[in-house]
């Protein structure tokens, strides 16, 4: 469970385990939370309290399989995923979207009806490579489960900044969640720095045999952005006045390869948010793993490992003669 008053000035002291005593709706990681937060919270908390009595009637099907599929999933004692695997058709047949657990580019093109000859994934190891990293973070528990609102500050972004609308494909990979985006780098230039809504985004092709890409017109889109120029750590204290981040991504990073990262691996090790980053090949992860171990003077918490959702596009003319993709490895502290 998520801390309600998650997104305050002040950071979360823990888990959310302290329930509001009158309605047990919502929980909080502290009373200070607890307290800040009823100014917000009373607006709800008799209408949570009556919606709440009809969780029996909610629950109440016929079927054998029900406590698991209602209360043990609600609890988090079951997942989507867990559940669908018991039955022995998690991710078979047409059973495929009843959970958001993508495993591939193989699985993905299905899902969002692709054909495999589209290059859609020479764009789309963008977005693909936040959910991957934001499914990681989950599972090793660095991030809650579930949750409304996304917060990621994305380091070092380059081409990125060129193809913001395929960010907008998180809007089908977290349904139903708020997701902001910092981009946060030296290459983004000062008068560039602003917010951005993005839509919907992914490939199809045409009658003709030509590729096309759409976005979606829907305005509510859930994702948005903001641009920011500089090194984080000389950024962070401004972009976080109001809201912290539950993630950092840093695509692509190069850690041993510039200096300026040492400042902002102490900003991360300080604030002891989770960071994933990744890099074209697996001796560059090496390399950074060192790094990042000797600053933080912590193994890592996320091993380094294949990013299934890796650019398929070699690198041409890397430093090694060894095989090179965008976003081709994972780790993290």
Same mark, same amino acid.
């Given at each position: 469970?998520?801390?309600?008053?998650?997104?305050?000035?002040?950071?979360?002291?823990?888990?959310?385990?302290?329930?509001?005593?009158?309605?047990?709706?919502?929980?909080?990681?502290?009373?200070?939370?607890?307290?800040?937060?009823?100014?917000?919270?009373?607006?709800?908390?008799? &209408?949570?309290?009556?919606?709440?009595?009809?969780?029996? =009637? %909610?629950?109440?099907? @016929?079927? !054998?399989?029900? /406590?698991?599929?209602?209360?043990?999933?609600?609890?988090?004692?079951?997942?989507?995923?867990?559940?669908?695997?018991?039955?022995?058709?998690?991710?078979?047949?047409?059973?495929?979207?009843?959970?958001?657990?993508?495993?591939?580019?193989?699985?993905?093109?299905?899902? &969002?009806?692709?054909?495999?000859?589209?290059?859609?994934? =020479? %764009?789309?190891?963008? @977005?693909? !490579?936040?959910? /991957?990293?934001?499914?990681?973070?989950?599972?090793?528990?660095?991030?809650?489960?579930?949750?409304?609102?996304?917060?990621?500050?994305?380091?070092?972004?380059?081409?990125?900044?060129?193809?913001?609308?395929?960010?907008?494909?998180?809007?089908?990979?977290?349904?139903?969640?708020?997701?902001?985006?910092?981009?946060?780098?030296?290459?983004?230039?000062?008068?560039?720095?602003?917010?951005?809504?993005?839509?919907?985004?992914?490939?199809?092709?045409?009658?003709?045999?030509?590729?096309?890409?759409?976005?979606?017109?829907?305005?509510?889109?859930?994702?948005?952005?903001?641009?920011?120029?500089?090194?984080?750590?000389?950024?962070?204290?401004?972009?976080?006045?109001?809201?912290?981040?539950?993630?950092?991504?840093?695509?692509?990073?190069?850690?041993?390869?510039?200096?300026?990262?040492?400042?902002?691996?102490?900003?991360?090790?300080?604030?002891?948010?989770?960071?994933?980053?990744?890099?074209?090949?697996?001796?560059?992860?090496?390399?950074?793993?060192?790094?990042?171990?000797?600053?933080?003077?912590?193994?890592?918490?996320?091993?380094?490992?294949?990013?299934?959702?890796?650019?398929?596009?070699?690198?041409?003319?890397?430093?090694?003669?060894?095989?090179?993709?965008?976003?081709?490895?994972?780790?993290?502290?």
């Amino acid at each position: 469970m998520e801390c309600a008053a998650k997104g305050i000035r002040r950071q979360c002291s823990g888990t959310a385990n302290r329930p509001c005593d009158s309605c047990g709706a919502v929980y909080y990681c502290s009373n200070s939370h607890q307290i800040s937060h009823w100014s917000v919270h009373k607006e709800e908390c008799g &209408r949570l309290k009556k919606q709440l009595f009809c969780v029996e =009637l %909610l629950n109440d099907f @016929p079927f !054998t399989f029900c /406590q698991v599929a209602t209360d043990k999933l609600y609890e988090k004692v079951e997942t989507r995923c867990s559940f669908l695997d018991t039955f022995g058709i998690h991710r078979v047949g047409i059973w495929l979207c009843e959970c958001s657990c993508l495993s591939c580019w193989k699985d993905y093109y299905e899902w &969002r009806g692709i054909p495999l000859d589209s290059p859609a994934t =020479l %764009l789309l190891h963008w @977005p693909l !490579t936040i959910y /991957q990293a934001v499914q990681l973070a989950s599972a090793r528990q660095l991030i809650s489960e579930t949750m409304d609102e996304l917060c990621i500050h994305y380091l070092g972004p380059e081409r990125e900044l060129y193809q913001l609308s395929v960010f907008g494909e998180l809007h089908a990979l977290f349904p139903g969640v708020q997701v902001h985006i910092d981009f946060i780098g030296p290459a983004v230039s000062h008068d560039r720095s602003s917010c951005y809504v993005a839509k919907e985004f992914f490939f199809c092709k045409s009658g003709n045999g030509e590729f096309s890409s759409y976005t979606t017109t829907d305005n509510s889109s859930a994702i948005t952005s903001s641009l920011h120029s500089g090194y984080y750590h000389d950024r962070y204290r401004d972009i976080t006045k109001e809201f912290l981040p539950d993630l950092i991504i840093a695509p692509n990073a190069g850690i041993a390869a510039y200096k300026s990262w040492s400042a902002t691996i102490e900003l991360i090790r300080e604030i002891e948010i989770p960071a994933i980053f990744s890099d074209y090949c697996e001796e560059a992860c090496h390399l950074a793993a060192n790094c990042l171990t000797s600053v933080t003077g912590s193994p890592l918490t996320l091993p380094v490992q294949l990013n299934p959702f890796r650019q398929p596009l070699a690198i041409e003319d890397s430093a090694l003669l060894i095989p090179c993709y965008s976003n081709c490895f994972l780790f993290g502290i």
